[in-house]
């Protein structure tokens, strides 16, 4: 495997849900496509999403109900009222909310509302074109669409409890409770069909567009599922369960200088045993379909898959956790083998990289991350810092989602940390933002890619994520007359300097 583009290119890090929209969350309605212009005006070749999966509770993209379906909330209104689904009317009582800021509490309610107003009307109003197009996506997608449709249909149910808190019957159901699921909540089984169709559809009218401007998209999948998800429930023999479904063991990441008890994720673990035994059946058609999506794809917290992290289930802590091997080389092997060996796949190798991780990543060309805000976080010498970098198959960042934003970042770091980005860049800090910017795409990394905050010089109230938060993450937008034709300049001629 290697990376597929050789040159030097650059690109923006945003959500979708981070684009204006008159509907109170970022969509695939025209936003996106003014988006996908400004990147093109400005010189850039990439944009890179977070996953794109619905989401569950605290709205993180990294816990979905699914690895395979698309989010709801991305689709757009605008194309609904096009398709004759909507009438204008009817979207008056949008709690649009602040216009920088996404208002889950009320906008979920709200958008599933429409959704299902839109999918009840589908089979009269849909013309021949769309119903046929909707006839191929089943056909095309069962093999991951079923299950999830009966499990959301499923948890509908339930009154959206997880599926360790259903009826007996239901959490471990035998192909013949299946079909009977499928017959009494047939109804509810078709809304999921729906939404799931519109959403593929808009995201893939508007990659093409993307393709056909010259931008690539990158996504992101998280290594590890939600218990809260169709995968577990549909496949329990492919994770680390016990007789009644609870997990054995759960994900995390071990104590480190920054938290004295570690991380607990929480989150089952695979049994890579019997994932195996099929070949990685479940893994290489996760990365099948989202490569269907996306030209390339990160997959977050890479390290575990050569060795993770086991907490045993019902700890506090992630302290009394131990390493065990990953499937390490064998998955790799297995991709190369069904997918073909020039996947465009990245590894997110931050945290406690070992020499063992590193040769995973190298053995197959994966480009790694490099992310400037934690060079000069460290001492005086870091292999963050773009003298020490010492492949050109990497991304540099200047920060991530998880990060403060570049100009929250300076603004609170330690006067050691200020002042050695002060005389590495040679600067004083008052655009502190576009130094970062320059210094990233000057390095020798062929990907550069920075978070839209980064671009605008938003500060910390721009932040998307902070780990270990439970409140106030992934909510931020940018405003619709934020993209300027003076910005896209600017941009452009940084690009062009460093040969991006």
Request: charged share 25%; aromatic share 14%; with cysteine.
């Amino acid at each position: 495997m290697s990376n597929v583009k050789k040159a030097r290119v650059s690109g923006i890090l945003l959500h979708p849900t981070s684009l204006p929209s008159p509907y109170g969350i970022g969509d695939l309605g025209q936003a996106a496509y003014d988006f996908i212009d400004f990147l093109k005006a400005s010189g850039q070749h990439l944009w890179q999403t977070l996953p794109l999966t619905p989401t569950g509770f605290g709205d993180s993209p990294y816990q979905g109900f699914s690895a395979f379906a698309g989010q709801p909330l991305l689709i757009s209104p605008e194309c609904l009222m096009k398709l004759g689904l909507l009438e204008v009317w009817e979207l008056n009582d949008c709690p649009v909310g602040q216009e920088d800021k996404v208002d889950y509490g009320a906008i979920i309610p709200w958008k599933t509302r429409i959704l299902r107003l839109a999918a009840s009307r589908f089979q009269e109003k849909a013309d021949k074109v769309l119903l046929e197009e909707y006839e191929d996506f089943l056909a095309d997608n069962m093999d991951w669409l079923g299950d999830y449709a009966l499990y959301m249909a499923c948890k509908d149910m339930h009154e959206g409890r997880e599926w360790l808190a259903w009826k007996e019957e239901y959490r471990r159901p035998t192909a013949e409770v299946k079909e009977k699921l499928q017959e009494l909540l047939k109804e509810e089984v078709k809304y999921y069909y729906f939404v799931q169709f519109m959403f593929h559809k808009e995201w893939l009218e508007l990659k093409e567009y993307a393709n056909e401007n010259d931008i690539e998209i990158i996504g992101d999948i998280p290594l590890f599922v939600s218990l809260d998800s169709a995968d577990v429930w549909a496949n329990q023999e492919l994770f680390q369960l016990d007789s009644e479904g609870y997990p054995v063991v759960v994900a995390g990441v071990p104590p480190d200088y920054f938290s004295a008890t570690g991380q607990l994720w929480g989150n089952p673990l695979y049994d890579w045993k019997a994932q195996k035994k099929d070949g990685f059946k479940w893994w290489v058609q996760r990365v099948r379909h989202q490569l269907k999506l996306t030209d390339y794809l990160r997959i977050d917290h890479f390290r575990g898959l050569e060795s993770y992290w086991a907490v045993p289930y019902g700890e506090e802590t992630a302290i009394n956790g131990k390493w065990v091997p990953g499937p390490r080389e064998e998955l790799f092997l297995a991709f190369g083998k069904e997918l073909g060996e020039d996947l465009p796949i990245i590894a997110e190798d931050l945290g406690i990289i070992t020499p063992e991780v590193e040769a995973l990543r190298d053995r197959f060309k994966l480009p790694g991350m490099r992310v400037l805000q934690f060079g000069f976080d460290a001492g005086d010498e870091s292999t963050f810092l773009p003298h020490q970098f010492d492949t050109t198959n990497c991304v540099c960042y200047t920060g991530t989602h998880d990060n403060n934003t570049t100009k929250g970042w300076y603004a609170n770091a330690s006067e050691y940390s200020r002042d050695k980005v002060r005389y590495y860049m040679n600067t004083d800090g008052y655009n502190i933002h576009w130094d970062f910017i320059r210094t990233c795409m000057g390095t020798i990394a062929t990907y550069a890619i920075f978070p839209m905050q980064d671009i605008l010089g938003i500060g910390e109230e721009g932040r998307m994520n902070t780990p270990g938060v439970g409140t106030d993450n992934w909510s931020w937008r940018y405003r619709k007359d934020a993209l300027s034709e003076g910005l896209a300049k600017a941009l452009c001629n940084i690009t062009r300097i460093y040969g991006r």
